[in-house]
């Protein structure tokens, strides 16, 4: 069964860099059939999807948040990444990692969940 | 950005019954829509994609309808697993948007 595993820090100051890690097992990231994504949710609020990754490295981010995300992929370690800068209290979210399953493009696998506060 | 419209925003209903949530696009997505059952600190769960197509090991008591800009997710013989919130997400566009989510709570 394929899982997913969000890590990375919880509390982050503001301006700087969130980072985050998402570890595939019970499957290969390399597989051509799928994308990977990142989606948030701040605290009692909607989803937002934030950026998918294809293994070869092509990505698509939101365009809301493109000046600011960078997504990598690292098929040697089947894990993918997040990376949003210049990062604010309106950051403060559950970042969920998951599985975009390529034709209808809907998201099959989810990870736990990861919650990451801005604050100093 | 194609909006998605969810509605209601909450509903109230007993175990047993049936209920419906909408979920309108602001322009045809055809039939590329998805939804999705959130329960509290867990992440949401596949039900429906391509707005009418069972996910594996589902319950065939959800069923999905629609095409173009009109989406619909029925609820048959309430469960008490099932009082969670609703999503639906377009797949129209690679700009993957959400509905603002329908919370199913006990009657």
């Known amino acids: 069964q394929l899982q997913l595993q969000e890590s990375g820090p919880g509390l982050v100051n503001p301006s700087e860099t969130l980072s985050l890690t998402c570890t595939v097992s019970?499957?290969?990231?390399?597989?051509?059939?799928?994308?990977w994504s990142w989606i948030r949710q701040p605290p009692e609020k909607g989803l937002e999807w934030v950026g998918s990754?294809?293994?070869?490295?092509?990505?698509h981010y939101n365009p809301s948040l493109k000046s600011r995300v960078t997504m990598s992929v690292d098929t040697s370690k089947n894990q993918f990444s997040l990376k949003l800068n210049s990062v604010t209290a309106a950051d403060t979210a559950v970042y969920f990692c998951?599985?975009?399953?390529?034709?209808?493009?809907?998201?099959?696998?989810w990870g736990q969940g990861s919650l990451v506060t801005v604050s100093s | 950005d194609i909006q998605m419209t969810q509605s209601p925003s909450s509903l109230s209903a007993s175990p047993g019954d049936s209920v419906t949530i909408t979920c309108r696009a602001s322009?045809?997505?055809?039939?590329?829509l998805n939804w999705y059952q959130q329960k509290p600190g867990k992440a949401p769960k596949l039900l429906i994609y391509?707005?009418?197509s069972l996910q594996s090991g589902v319950p065939s008591r959800f069923s999905g309808s629609g095409s173009g800009t009109v989406f619909i997710l029925t609820i048959t013989s309430l469960q008490l697993e099932d009082f969670a919130t609703y999503y639906c997400?377009?797949?129209?566009?690679?700009?993957?948007?959400f509905g603002q989510g329908t919370k199913l709570e006990v009657k």
């Open positions: 998951a599985r975009i399953t390529s034709g209808w493009y809907y998201f099959d696998f």
């Open positions: 019970g499957g290969s990231i390399s597989s051509s059939n799928y994308y």
């Open positions: 990754i294809y293994y070869s490295g092509t990505t």
């Open positions: 322009q045809s997505i055809t039939t590329s």
């Open positions: 391509a707005a009418s």
């Open positions: 997400q377009q797949s129209y566009s690679t700009l993957y948007t």
